[in-house]
Nanobody, 120 residues
Framework: QVQLVESGGGLVQAGGSLRLSCAAS????????MGWYRQAPGKQRELVAS???????NYADSVKGRFTISRDNAKNTVYLQMNSLKPEDTATYYC??????????????WGQGTQVTVSS
């Protein structure tokens, strides 16, 4: 099993910045991919950004140029630097990780979510 613990959410004014962190712990052999999703009230959960263990990244069009995803493989931690925040970025942000355990079984894990609120 893998546990994901997120931190860094909060309330910020439009144009401001926040940095989210997500630390993974547990029985981890490798984590090929980690990412951030978000879900606003009444909307479906959507991918914000993802990153492979090799550093390849993918971003939603709505956040390109404003958000940066990074990871520290040694710490099994993924970060999301969010700049130039807009009210429409308001959502609960969830960390996600694809992980292989010591038994080499694949699992897909989610964090508990952290709230990001951007005021206008």
């Amino acid at each position: 099993q893998v546990q994901l613990v997120e931190s860094g959410g909060g309330l910020v004014q439009a144009g401001g910045s926040l940095r989210l962190s997500c630390a993974a712990s547990g029985s981890i052999y490798s984590m090929p991919a980690m990412g951030w999703y978000r879900q606003a009230p009444g909307k479906q959960r959507e991918l914000v950004a993802s990153i492979t263990s090799g550093g390849s990244t993918n971003y939603a069009d709505s956040v390109k140029g404003r958000f940066t995803i990074s990871r520290d493989n040694a710490k099994n931690t993924v970060y999301l630097q969010m700049n130039s925040l807009k009210p429409e970025d308001t959502a609960t942000y969830y960390c996600n990780a694809e992980s292989y355990g010591l038994d080499l079984k694949r699992g897909d894990y989610w964090g508990q979510g952290t709230q990001v609120t951007v005021s206008s």
